[in-house]
């Protein structure tokens, strides 16, 4: 079993940055694909980025790339995603997600565990 816990959302104005941090804990994620996926109201949860283990790769929604970066520091059993270039459209709780299998996907129903999620709310 592997426990998630994000940290670092909260309110910043259009343009600016943030950082989110996710703590995996249970058992270590070091060979899972790592993956963020958020939920604005009344909208379905989306696939937002994932970094994989085997592979080496990672992966973006084309709506965050070249904006975010999804990282992982496995000594730290961490994972996080740096956010630049904000926009309103980016406001949603943003959940943390670990897959087991480490198949680098979009798809929610792959992933195996999740955390709670963090409020990021961008203002215009």
């Known amino acids: 079993q592997v426990q998630l816990v994000e940290s670092g959302g909260g309110l910043v104005q259009a343009g600016g940055s943030l950082r989110l941090s996710c703590a995996a804990s249970?058992?270590?994620?070091?060979?899972?694909?790592m993956g963020w996926f958020r939920q604005a109201p009344g909208k379905e949860r989306e696939f937002v980025a994932a970094?994989?283990?085997?592979?080496?790769?990672?992966y973006y929604a084309d709506s965050v790339k070249g904006r975010f970066t999804i990282s992982r520091n496995n000594a730290k059993n961490t994972v996080y995603l740096q956010m630049n270039s904000l926009k309103p459209d980016d406001t949603a709780v943003y959940y943390c997600?670990?897959?087991?299998?480490?198949?680098?996907?979009?798809?929610?129903?792959?992933?195996?565990?999740w955390g709670q999620g963090t409020q990021v709310t961008v203002s215009s």
């Open positions: 997600a670990a897959d087991q299998d480490d198949r680098g996907s979009r798809y929610l129903a792959w992933y195996h565990y």
């Open positions: 249970g058992r270590t994620f070091s060979s899972y694909t």
């Open positions: 970094d994989t283990w085997t592979r080496g790769n990672t």
